[in-house]
């Protein structure tokens, strides 16, 4: 069993920078690829990144944050991050933390990999 807390999302202006953290409980956090969600009021639930499982050698991307948005992870914290830049006015969103159902699986974009959700975190970003 997994729990996610997410954290860090805020209002901020187009062209600005954030930092999304997510804790996750269980010693067996390196075990399980990570990934980032996001869902806009009205729209489904979409990939944004993924990470894989120990040493998060293996990200994914969803094309429209790809070279502005960074995903990482620090076992030893049992955080995976998410670092968002030059952000849009279409990144607004709530975004979630997950973590894969199987652990020590490949890096999954589909959300009906993940079975373990965190509760999410407003992003808005102003023009």
């Known amino acids: 069993q997994v729990q996610l807390v997410e954290s860090g999302g805020g209002l901020v202006q187009a062209g600005d920078s954030l930092r999304l953290s997510c804790g996750a409980s269980?010693?067996?956090?390196?075990?399980?690829?990570m990934g980032w969600f996001r869902q806009a009021p009205g729209k489904e639930r979409e990939f944004v990144a993924a990470?894989?499982?120990?040493?998060?050698?293996?990200?994914a991307y969803a094309d429209s944050v790809k070279g502005r948005f960074t995903i990482s992870r620090d076992n030893a914290k049992n955080t995976v991050n998410l670092q968002m830049n030059s952000l849009k006015p279409e990144d607004t969103a709530v975004y979630y933390c997950?973590?894969?159902?199987?652990?020590?699986?490949?890096?999954?974009?589909?959300?009906?990999?993940?079975?373990?959700w965190g509760q999410g975190t407003q992003v808005t970003v102003s023009s």
């Open positions: 997950a973590a894969s159902r199987v652990p020590m699986s490949g890096v999954l974009r589909g959300p009906s990999g993940y079975a373990y």
């Open positions: 269980g010693r067996t956090f390196a075990n399980y690829p």
């Open positions: 990470i894989s499982w120990y040493d998060g050698g293996v990200t």
